[in-house]
Nanobody, 128 residues
Framework: QVQLVESGGGSVQTGGSLRLSCAAS????????MGWFRQAPGKEREGVAA????????VYAGSVKGRFTISQDSAKNMVYLQMNSLKPEDTAMYYC?????????????????????WGQGTQVTVSS
């Protein structure tokens, strides 16, 4: 049974940093694509960052590019999202998701239906 468990959320002030972690277990694909999504109250869920774990290829949403970094530790089955220069508009529930690995996932990273597994989310709140 695949499980994704996020952690690391919290409350910070504008300009602060947080690192989110996603612990994956039970996944049979040795090189999945992993994504981070977020959903703010009253808004649709949106993709933030994705990584193809086979070769560490990454892609970012324009709103976070240059501020957020997605990375992985394959030995620990962990995926991280380092978030710097946080803004109030980054406030949201952040979700980790997994899908079958392929280069295609970096070409179409925000297709939610392609992700088979989702975590329960971790809340990030940025105050001004």
């Amino acid at each position: 049974q695949v499980q994704l468990v996020e952690s690391g959320g919290g409350s910070v002030q504008t300009g602060g940093s947080l690192r989110l972690s996603c612990a994956a277990s039970g996944y049979t694909d040795s090189n999945p694509c992993m994504g981070w999504f977020r959903q703010a109250p009253g808004k649709e869920r949106e993709g933030v960052a994705a990584i193809y774990t086979r070769h560490d290829g990454t892609v970012y949403a324009g709103s976070v590019k240059g501020r957020f970094t997605i990375s992985q530790d394959s030995a620990k089955n962990m995926v991280y999202l380092q978030m710097n220069s946080l803004k109030p508009e980054d406030t949201a529930m952040y979700y980790c998701a997994a899908r079958a690995g392929s280069t295609w996932c970096l070409l179409d990273p925000w297709e939610e239906e392609a992700y088979n597994y989702w975590g329960q989310g971790t809340q990030v709140t940025v105050s001004s």
